[in-house]
């Protein structure tokens, strides 16, 4: 099983700013079979990237993965106020297919 | 639109079953495989189970593996969970995922709570 490790747990930054939130694969992760999701409190999750760095249908191009193997990375370029949420990491490559922790993105 | 409705949930004493449901709607469901996702109150998203367009691959958490077992039903548009022998840990909001791209997740249903307590 491969085991995602997302850093920071929280990240506490002001709309404008740049957020970079990290994902660490246990393992190699295979063909990039890597999504972000974003979930909003009561919410459920959107899936924001697929295959490590292409944006799903309707996301704002502020929002961009990258990384590869055992290294992943999600990008937003200039926070606005709806990004603030959290964040998961999601391997997809072979069962089974699990989640980072998650990192909660919060205002400063 | 795609839709997924989920249903079925509710209170069940530990060591008993449920069944949930996922109505789906919008897309051609059999040509797509299916998941189950759970999250715990306050916590975590976890993959629970998978099935491909003609359930012929499934696949299970460790988790849960051996007490629930998912299936659909292409006729009806519906994917389900049996759960069986449920535990306290099984507490959760548990969604129906569609699966785009691989087994990534691109549409989700708002979810149905099962809560497991004596």
């Known amino acids: 099983e491969i085991v995602l490790t997302q850093s920071p747990g929280t990240l506490s930054l002001s709309p404008g700013e740049r957020a970079t939130l990290s994902c660490r694969a246990s393992?190699?992760?295979?063909?990039?079979?890597l999504a972000w999701y974003q979930q909003k409190p009561g919410q459920a999750p959107r899936l924001l990237i697929y295959?490590?760095?292409s944006r799903a249908t309707g996301i704002p191009d502020r929002f961009s993965g990258s990384g590869s193997g055992t290294d992943f990375t999600l990008t937003i370029s200039r926070l606005e106020p709806e990004d603030f949420a959290v964040y998961y990491c999601?391997?997809?490559?072979?069962?089974?297919?699990?989640f980072g922790q998650g990192t909660k993105l919060e205002i400063k | 639109e795609v839709q997924l409705v989920e249903s079925g949930g509710g209170l069940v004493q530990p060591g008993r079953s449920l069944r949930l449901s996922c109505a789906a709607s919008?897309?051609?469901?059999?040509?797509?495989?299916m998941h189950w996702v759970r999250q715990a109150p306050g916590k975590g998203l976890e993959w629970v189970s998978g099935?491909?367009?003609?359930?012929?691959?499934?696949g299970h958490a460790d988790s849960v593996k051996g007490r629930f077992t998912i299936s659909r039903d292409n006729a009806k548009n519906s994917l389900y969970l049996q759960m069986n022998s449920l535990r306290a840990e099984d507490t959760a909001l548990y969604y129906c995922?569609?699966?785009?791209?691989?087994?990534?997740?691109?549409?989700w249903g708002q979810g149905t709570l099962v809560t497991v307590s004596s």
């Open positions: 995922a569609k699966a785009y791209r691989g087994q990534c997740f691109d549409y």
């Open positions: 919008g897309f051609t469901f059999d040509d797509y495989a």
């Open positions: 099935i491909s367009w003609n359930s012929g691959s499934i």
């Open positions: 393992q190699s992760v295979s063909s990039s079979y």
């Open positions: 295959g490590a760095s």
């Open positions: 999601q391997h997809y490559g072979s069962s089974p297919y699990t």
